[in-house]
């Protein structure tokens, strides 16, 4: 049996017993999924809960959806993660979203360094990796869809995660670790370059004014989008979200 239909609902529900289907939402319900009355979907609202309704009127324009109970998602990581990576060349970025949002993070940065050689020159872009995420989070089974945010300058990337414990920057110039990953626990912050790779300025930067931590991948160069992925499944792991 297949599993119910996933939404993502903009308002948090709290008391309402009902949830009116519109717009983009509507066309997939009804379009796409071949959705009708009396059939039963589950409705996420951001907050982590999980809501079990089903599908009471349908008109031209919406759908009424009865909500019935609830349930608190369980598939959501203990430890926040935050991923910051370079602006990647043509789909390489949505691609990169969406494997960190199935691998669990919390948030995700897009930003532009020194060399990056793709830009985030529209806000259309960032919507469309929002709605990538979004679109993992049903998909993986997830509550609550990661936020996709972007940086135009570097520094703000950097200051954007102050309150992480963990501030790890993967660089492919340096030729060891500063930091004992085995040892790491709690909220951890990520960094990893477009292709380009950074600067040493960059990496300067990172360590000296923003507290982060060299870290090295290992002795072959990965693609960019290789780097992200596998940092982010590895740091996962080692928090023990993937045990």
Same mark, same amino acid.
């Given at each position: 049996?297949?599993?119910?239909?996933?939404?993502?609902?903009?308002?948090?529900?709290?008391?309402?017993?009902?949830?009116?289907? /519109?717009?983009?939402?509507?066309?997939?319900? $009804?379009?796409?999924?071949?959705?009708?009355?009396?059939?039963?979907?589950?409705?996420?609202?951001?907050?982590?809960?999980?809501?079990?309704?089903?599908?009471?009127?349908?008109?031209?324009?919406?759908?009424?959806?009865?909500?019935?109970?609830?349930?608190?998602?369980?598939?959501?990581?203990?430890?926040?993660?935050?991923?910051?990576?370079?602006?990647?060349?043509?789909?390489?970025?949505?691609?990169?979203?969406?494997?960190?949002?199935?691998?669990?993070?919390?948030?995700?940065?897009?930003?532009?360094?020194?060399?990056?050689?793709?830009?985030?020159?529209?806000?259309?872009?960032?919507?469309?990796?929002?709605?990538?995420?979004?679109?993992?989070?049903?998909?993986?089974?997830? +509550?609550?869809?990661?936020?996709?945010?972007?940086?135009?300058?570097? +520094?703000?990337?950097?200051?954007?995660?102050?309150?992480?414990?963990?501030?790890?920057?993967?660089?492919?110039?340096?030729? +060891?670790?500063?930091?004992?990953?085995?040892?790491?626990?709690?909220?951890?912050?990520?960094?990893?370059?477009? /292709?380009?790779?950074? +600067? /040493?300025?960059?990496?300067?930067?990172?360590? /000296?004014?923003?507290?982060?931590?060299?870290?090295?991948?290992?002795? $072959?160069?990965?693609?960019?989008?290789?780097?992200?992925?596998?940092?982010?499944?590895?740091?996962?792991?080692?928090?023990?979200?993937?045990?």
């Amino acid at each position: 049996m297949s599993s119910r239909r996933r939404f993502l609902i903009d308002n948090v529900i709290q008391d309402e017993k009902e949830v009116i289907l /519109e717009g983009e939402q509507l066309n997939h319900a $009804r379009n796409v999924l071949r959705l009708a009355v009396g059939d039963e979907i589950t409705l996420l609202d951001g907050s982590g809960r999980e809501y079990s309704a089903v599908i009471a009127a349908a008109s031209k324009h919406s759908m009424t959806a009865h909500i019935t109970g609830f349930t608190v998602g369980d598939k959501e990581a203990a430890t926040p993660v935050y991923l910051l990576c370079g602006a990647l060349k043509g789909d390489r970025t949505e691609l990169v979203v969406q494997k960190a949002v199935e691998l669990g993070v919390k948030k995700i940065g897009i930003f532009n360094s020194e060399y990056c050689s793709a830009y985030m020159n529209s806000a259309a872009k960032l919507d469309r990796l929002n709605k990538v995420a979004k679109e993992a989070t049903k998909q993986c089974m997830r +509550s609550v869809a990661p936020e996709v945010v972007y940086f135009d300058k570097f +520094s703000d990337a950097l200051a954007s995660c102050e309150d992480y414990k963990n501030k790890l920057f993967a660089c492919e110039f340096t030729q +060891s670790s500063d930091v004992d990953l085995l040892k790491i626990s709690g909220s951890t912050a990520i960094v990893v370059g477009s /292709e380009g790779g950074f +600067s /040493e300025r960059e990496f300067a930067l990172a360590k /000296e004014e923003y507290g982060f931590c060299g870290i090295t991948l290992g002795k $072959r160069i990965l693609r960019a989008e290789t780097a992200a992925i596998s940092f982010t499944a590895v740091a996962m792991f080692l928090l023990g979200e993937l045990g």
